[in-house]
Nanobody, 116 residues
Framework: QVQLVESGGGLVQAGGSLRLSCAFS????????LGWYRRAPGKQRELVAD???????NYANSVKGRFNISRDNAKNTVYLQMDTLKPEDTAVYYC??????????WGQGTQVTVSS
């Protein structure tokens, strides 16, 4: 079992920045990738970015150049730095951990609202 606890969401004006944090615990040796997904109102959940245990990153085209995912293994935390935010980034953001056995764990979600 892996537990994920997100923090850092909130309300920000367009062009602003936020940093999301996700503390992970439990069977951390089983984690293959850590990532962030989001679900906007009326839309399906989509991948925002993920990072492997080796540090390889992957981003959705819509956030490339604006968002940065990183992990601090000493603190068991994964971050999503979001810059130049746009109203279309408004969504509930979920932390995700995928295990080597392909099981997916999810955090409770944190709301990000970008006003125009």
């Amino acid at each position: 079992q892996v537990q994920l606890v997100e923090s850092g969401g909130g309300l920000v004006q367009a062009g602003g920045s936020l940093r999301l944090s996700c503390a992970f615990s439990g069977s951390i040796f089983s984690i293959k990738t850590l990532g962030w997904y989001r679900r906007a109102p009326g839309k399906q959940r989509e991948l925002v970015a993920d990072i492997t245990s080796g540090g390889l990153t992957n981003y959705a085209n819509s956030v490339k150049g604006r968002f940065n995912i990183s992990r601090d293994n000493a603190k068991n935390t994964v971050y999503l730095q979001m810059d130049t935010l746009k109203p279309e980034d408004t969504a509930v953001y979920y932390c995700n951990a995928n295990s080597f056995s392909t099981y997916a764990y999810w955090g409770q979600g944190t709301q990000v609202t970008v006003s125009s």
